[in-house]
């Protein structure tokens, strides 16, 4: 389509929070939108209303402290306008720290806010192949399986990931140096491992509170069949006092430089970023509660005071292999007249998904009007997940929730892990007033 044709609507596919946010920032920018949605044409086994955004729960938009990285996303998506913020903000709860929302008025805040403007067109349909013309596409981890037919059509199959389980990250800082030791097993290559040793006693207090701790419920649109292909470590730890010690905790070929000897047992991380400030627990796939993960996974060596940056998760979610797909727009770099947006992109968490949905419809919107992409810089959150999301070549690449660790390094002097994310904080909403005064027009601000 002609870059500067304002009069073919948007097509924005997916009502959720992605597909909300990013048909807002189309139609705030003067541009036509064509909303569609499966709903009610088809309900999917999670939704049971007919309104927009209705997936979230009441808690689901969590910290509002700016020494959170997910409390300064919201403060960065308020100030460019965001319509999940505004209904937020309009519907919030008393949570203390937390931002939380009637769910029922929070949804209705935004269909009514959409449906009602004058540009805005919608319909009810399953969409089952990809567009022709400029697009958003934001259906979900939910997405029907003959648009992700589709997309592995039109793509290959390679760049279609499904996400059956993911184990805990947690960042290197926050690890007890005194404990952990940097080693490959047998030595070999380069010591690529940080390894958390274990004697006899703490493996075996550990492995019985593994084996006790509380499990999440599983919901009835997950899909059961993915624990027979990835077995959760509490599961394993119930199989036998030895099992993990001859799997993920296999202590074989590697020597505590503390000690001299090999350990009982051993629980390895691996480097999870470029920036090596990530590290995720090898074979640490897990079904528990995420409050129990923290207590259960605290009793590691080393791990007492981690600072968990996503919790082990377990369920079926087919999403995007964005690195090789996507731009830090959320645009496709092989369909450039398609952007996506939501958990499909890789982004994890509802917030992360709004931010998406409003990042590829500033830059749809500027598509359409001929203006330059705004690609949001890593010293923000809004801009360090979709630079995450597409980083060239990242290997074994999984959902992310935002955090510190995923933005650019602090480029100043701190002393204390609180004061240090102020700072982030406090730069980041400096670097995002630049883009809005160089790159965006006073009416979109």
């Not at 992605?18 to 705030?28: D, F, H, M, V």
């Not at 981890?141 to 184990?167: N, V």
Request: hydrophobic share 40%.
């Amino acid at each position: 389509m002609p870059e500067n044709n304002i009069m073919q609507p948007v097509l924005v596919v997916g009502a959720g929070l992605a597909g909300c946010e990013a048909a807002w920032q189309i139609l705030k920018r003067g541009i036509p939108v064509e909303l569609v949605d499966i709903k009610p044409h088809h309900f999917t086994p999670a939704h049971h209303s007919e309104g927009f955004a209705e997936l979230v729960c009441s808690n689901s938009l969590r910290a509002e402290s700016l020494e959170n990285a997910v409390g300064l996303l919201k403060e960065e998506m308020r100030r460019l306008d965001s319509l999940i913020m505004r209904a937020a903000d309009a519907t919030r709860l008393p949570a203390g720290g937390a931002l939380a929302v009637d769910r029922v008025g929070f949804s209705d805040y935004i269909t009514e806010k959409l449906r009602s403007h004058p540009l805005l067109t919608y319909r009810t349909q399953e969409i089952t192949e990809l567009p022709d013309r400029l697009c958003i596409i934001a259906t979900g981890p939910l997405t029907t399986s003959p648009l992700f037919e589709a997309i592995s059509s039109r793509f290959g199959e390679a760049h279609l990931s499904f996400f059956d389980a993911a184990a805990p990250i947690v960042t290197l800082e926050s690890l007890n140096s005194d404990t952990v030791f940097f080693q490959s097993r047998y030595g070999k290559g380069t010591a690529d491992y940080v390894n958390c040793p274990m004697n006899e006693g703490q493996y075996r207090a550990f492995r019985e509170a593994l084996a006790t701790a509380e499990e999440a419920e599983l919901h009835g649109f997950e899909d059961r069949s993915v624990f027979e292909g990835c077995m959760p470590i509490e599961v394993m730890a119930r199989r036998g006092e030895d099992t993990m010690r001859f799997g993920p905790l296999k202590p074989v070929g590697l020597v505590d430089p503390k000690t001299g000897e090999e350990p009982y047992a051993v629980v390895q991380l691996r480097q999870d970023d470029a920036a090596k400030t990530l590290y995720n627990l090898v074979g640490f796939q897990t079904h528990l509660k995420f409050g129990e993960q923290k207590r259960v996974f605290g009793m590691i060596p080393g791990l007492e005071k981690a600072e968990f940056v996503r919790y082990g998760v377990m369920h079926r979610n087919t999403y995007l292999n964005s690195p090789e797909l996507l731009d830090a727009t959320y645009c496709c770099t092989r369909a450039n007249h398609i952007y996506f947006a939501g958990q499909m992109t890789g982004v994890e968490g509802y917030v992360e998904s709004a931010s998406s949905g409003l990042v590829a419809g500033i830059n749809a919107a500027h598509r359409v009007l001929g203006r330059p992409p705004v690609v949001f810089p890593r010293e923000t959150a809004i801009g360090a997940l979709p630079a995450y999301v597409s980083t060239k070549g990242l290997v074994n690449f999984q959902p992310m929730n935002v955090n510190f660790g995923i933005m650019a390094p602090p480029d100043f002097p701190f002393k204390k892990k609180r004061e240090k994310n102020a700072l982030l904080s406090e730069r980041a909403l400096r670097v995002l007033e630049e883009v809005r005064q160089e790159q965006l027009k006073p009416e979109e601000a």
